[in-house]
């Protein structure tokens, strides 16, 4: 990348300021001054262009020229930016991990004969392309000038891999075995922009224009020149600090020999696949724990937080409930909830199974405190456990509906006026 605190790069910031504080009160109206200057000059391009575009006013205020010349100060910027310089490749990063995947891409096709992998479309912005420009030749070539500025916008790179018939008259067919990497070529297509006419082939590694057609093996040498095919080569080159980076770094120090080894001769894991290792198994015991809780009838059960001076009994917020292993109340246990009040529970001497039976119904006037029963207490509806526990008698009385007074469920219904 170019050095922005460089002598050359202050030098371009000044030469230009002058120019791009005459457009300030035009084009760059709405921004702020002190970002009207080289240092932005993409951005500024592109605020510009869409300005141009969009709006009438600055379309009829803005000349050709001065797009032109803001053109060419971004494409300048940029290419600067996003090429191999003396600081070495890493400017150019985004051509070096474009030209790989273009690699695999075509070893996927010739590995399976065709099969696979036919057509590939890859979307980006420009900086692989000028990258790729500048690590293939392309911007010394005899069509520099095209490769050396901001490509328009639905710009195309092409990579065609083809073979010729072995004979003039010879067609292609499904059964037509696949060609031997000894007869296949590639060629390099490139469109500027959606409004250029088609895709225009152009020679790659300095050929000349007769040479634009190239064997495989002279496309792979010429591309594996500067790509970027492992992961641990991007790693190397960015010096990155990604996670998976130091992973990578950290495996490759102990397949060489140089880590501390565990005291008997045998490498041990580096500590950030470790640390990956030791989190995994810890989610895992987790969940593990989580599945058994709920097996063993463990739940969350979630309270009103109780307000000061509440009994214990309402206390709110998350609790544990528990179901006991004998069977712990309502329908499913020995004991009965103090919901089910007119249920009572009746097992038999050392019998299995509970068996559940109602105490009384004021629908059928029997109750075991009526006080209109002839026979008194009906001992067919006041059961009792076998084990000779009473259980507490339930109040059948209810509420008339509008909760002004109490009703006798044991009354006679009413009656309808049935007279003229």
Known sequence: MEDLSSPDYNDLILNTSTYYQSLAPTIFADLNPDIVNYGNAYDLYEYALYQYNHNITIFESISTNDMANLRSMASQQQFEMNTPNSSGNIASIAGQTFASVVLQQFDHIIASSGVSDKMTLLFGSFEPFLAFFALSNLSVGPAAQRFTSLPEHGSIMAFELYSYPASAGDNFNTSTPFPSTEDLWVRFLFQNGSSDNSLTEYPLFGRGNSEVDMTWSDFMTGMGGFSLNEVADWCSVCESVNLFCEAIASDLTNSTGSSTNNGDGKKGLSPVIGGVIGATVTIALFVICAIVMVLFGFRLDYHEKRAKGVNASDVGGIAVLKRNGSGGGGFKGAEKLASD????????????????????????????????????????????????????????????????????????????????
């Open 341 to 420: 009040t007119d249920l009572t529970l009746k097992g038999g001497a050392g019998a299995s199974v509970i068996r559940h039976e109602r105490v009384g119904s004021w629908e059928l006037n029997e109750s075991p405190v009526s006080p209109t029963s002839t026979v008194g207490k009906h001992s067919s509806l006041d059961k009792e456990i076998e084990s000779g526990r009473v259980v507490s008698k339930a109040d059948y009385g209810r509420n008339s509906e509008d909760g002004l007074e109490h009703v006798n469920p044991f009354g006679d219904p009413v009656k309808a006026v049935d007279q003229v």
